[in-house]
């Protein structure tokens, strides 16, 4: 690992950043010693996810190994803290509790990338920002659907944006029926229909 981060950063002349996790697995969480070395061959930031290779998404991440490499005093470089942030309140708690420079979120964001201006305004003014109108979800879920159908074509395009659903419409009443056709639509045309549907159904609702 030491030795493929020395080749990177001695290879461009961008700044080399890391994002890991605690160590292999539980008889082998060697970040400390990771993060200093990394630090010796030039890389300009970390992130570190408070997991092992092993644990994968098991448990809860463990943020006081991440607080240990922010407080050791021979770590200059900004350290960021990852791992089951999930809302503008833990990730604040989280941010002072443990005194990272940032944090990093994965899961949250997939299919409600909405989070990141939560957390904005969260800090900026200590409220919590209503979830977003159904407009805007079904506005950027169609634009996420133009992209993956861009990028895999019209038959992978459609499949992989099935499980995404599910994040876009979260939190809605009477949504289930909706969802389960979203997800056996099989071309684009079908799943925008099912959108139009869902405006109306809410437009009405709301109305
Ligand atoms: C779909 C998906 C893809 C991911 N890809 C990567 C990756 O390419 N590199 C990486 O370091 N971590 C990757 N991760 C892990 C996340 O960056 C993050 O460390 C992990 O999900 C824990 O953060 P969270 O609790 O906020 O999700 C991925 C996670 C997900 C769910």
Redesign the pocket.
Known sequence: MIALTKAVVNAVKIPVTV?TRLGWDEQSKNIEEVAERLQDVGIQALSI?GRTRAQM?KGE?DWSLIAAVKNNPRIHIPIFG????DSPSKAVAYKNRYGVDGV?????A?GYPWIFREIKHYIETGITLPPPEIEERIRVCRQHLEFSLQWKGPKLGILEMRPHYANYLKGLSHIKEFRHKLVHALDAEEVLMIFDEILEYYGQAIS
């Not at 990852?82 to 942030?85: C, K, L, P, V, Y």
């Open positions: 994002k996810h998404y991440a990852n791992g089951d942030i990093m979120i994965g899961r949250a997939i």
